[in-house]
Nanobody, 123 residues
Framework: QVQLVESGGGLVQAGGSLRLSCAASVGTFGTYTMAWFRQAPGKEREFVSAVTWSGGTFYTVSVKGRFTISRDNAKNTMSLQMNSLKPEDTAVYYC?????????????????WGQGSQVTVSS
């Protein structure tokens, strides 16, 4: 059973930065595709960013150039550095993992999920 634990959310003013981290309890972390999704109140969960086992990265258009995803396979962790935050980035951010998917943008393709971390950006 894979467990994912997010940390690093919080409240920040527009233009500020936050760093989210996801710690995974899995022995073969280096073979997993890892991703971040977010869900704002009253909206569907949406793709934010993903990093493949080989280090390939993907971003949704609205965060490209502001967010940076990374992974440390030696520590079984993944991070999302979020800069120039906007009020529309406010959401619960979820860490996701899957050992097989290449459908990076599709939430149902991920088997494992964290509990979520609230990010609130004030204007």
């Amino acid at each position: 059973q894979v467990q994912l634990v997010e940390s690093g959310g919080g409240l920040v003013q527009a233009g500020g930065s936050l760093r989210l981290s996801c710690a995974a309890s899995v022995g073969t972390f280096g073979t997993y595709t890892m991703a971040w999704f977010r869900q704002a109140p009253g909206k569907e969960r949406e793709f934010v960013s993903a990093v493949t086992w080989s280090g390939g990265t993907f971003y949704t258009v609205s965060v490209k150039g502001r967010f940076t995803i990374s992974r440390d396979n030696a520590k079984n962790t993944m991070s999302l550095q979020m800069n120039s935050l906007k009020p529309e980035d406010t959401a619960v951010y979820y860490c996701a993992a899957d050992p097989r998917t290449s459908n990076y943008y599709y939430a149902p393709a991920y088997e494992y999920w964290g509990q979520g971390s609230q990010v609130t950006v004030s204007s």
